[in-house]
């Protein structure tokens, strides 16, 4: 698909990918808000030969991604197809839409009904806020529009599916013809919608918040990742020339280090549920 230049400004966006960029991918132990359930409908637990609940595990039979135009694919592959290949006994949908900055409100309704309808046991939101935020300057809009975000994401929830749900980061990297400075929130005012998120997340069953804010620190400081134990690289290396859209080996960086992420925080999760396999170099 061919968009011109004022569409790449409103439709590229430095989410996941300044999102990859922090720490090592393997074994993170970042921490983040979560709520296990325990028996409740959707959520999973390993249990031994005698029945007894042990470990917590994300439920990965049905896995949806939502999102915006990073889940869906723009400038790289679409997270379903890449997801797909990653966990071949999941059944795994797409409802994300690189469009969803023309009316993020209308569409975060409407991906949710797609995956009511998909009933997924999982959803992998990593960008599903980010426009609620940075669709519109103005502090009212951007307020309304997360308080609707997340009664949508109640009513996924509530349907007993697992949701792993990005935090929204700082974008201060991107070109000012990718996404205009007007958009981009003052960190004071990101840090209180997030602390937003965070109390929305703490305490609900079946939620797993990802701190992509923080991961997002080390490329606008120009600093290395550890991207394999002993494998350093500068973070600027695991993105494209603008700056925000990952290349081949970013997108693996960021995926496997979400898998990771999980695994520590939901131990029970099998650790051959989900593996990507890194690009050649």
């Known amino acids: 698909m061919k968009c011109n230049i004022n569409i790449l400004s409103r439709l590229t966006w430095g989410l996941v990918w300044l999102g990859l960029l922090q720490a090592p991918a393997c074994r993170s132990s ?6 296990v359930g325990s028996t409740a409908t959707g959520s999973t637990a390993t249990r031994s030969p005698e029945g007894i609940a042990s470990q917590p595990a994300l439920a990965t039979g049905r896995i949806v991604i939502v999102g915006a135009s990073v889940s869906a694919g723009f400038g790289g592959a679409p997270f379903v197809d890449i997801i797909r290949a990653a966990a071949p006994r999941s059944v795994v949908e797409g409802a994300a839409n690189v469009f969803m900055f023309r009316d993020p409100v209308a569409e975060t309704r409407i991906q949710v009904d797609k995956a009511i309808g998909f009933r997924a046991t999982t959803v992998i939101a990593i960008d599903f806020l980010f426009w609620n935020i940075y669709g519109s300057p103005d502090p009212a809009w951007r307020e ?13 929830r509530a349907t007993g599916a697992w949701l792993v749900l990005g935090d929204i980061p700082h974008v201060v990297t991107a070109a000012e013809w990718m996404l205009p400075r007007a958009q981009v929130p003052e ?23 990802v701190p992509f804010a923080s991961w997002a620190a080390p490329l606008a400081a120009g600093a290395e990742v550890e991207i394999t134990p002993g494998e350093r690289v500068a973070a600027r290396t695991l993105v494209g020339p603008d700056g925000l859209h ?15 992420w999980i695994e520590g925080k939901l131990p029970g999760t099998p650790k051959d549920a989900l593996v990507f396999k890194r690009p050649p170099s």
């Open 30 to 35: 970042e921490t983040g808000s979560k709520s």
């Open 144 to 156: 309304r529009a997360l308080t609707s975000a997340l009664a949508e994401l109640e009513r996924l």
């Open 187 to 209: 960190a004071a005012d990101l840090a209180t919608f997030n602390a937003t998120i965070a109390r929305w997340a703490e305490g609900r069953e079946r939620v797993l918040l």
């Open 246 to 260: 990952a290349n081949a080996l970013g997108v693996w960086f960021l995926l496997d280090k979400l898998d990771h």
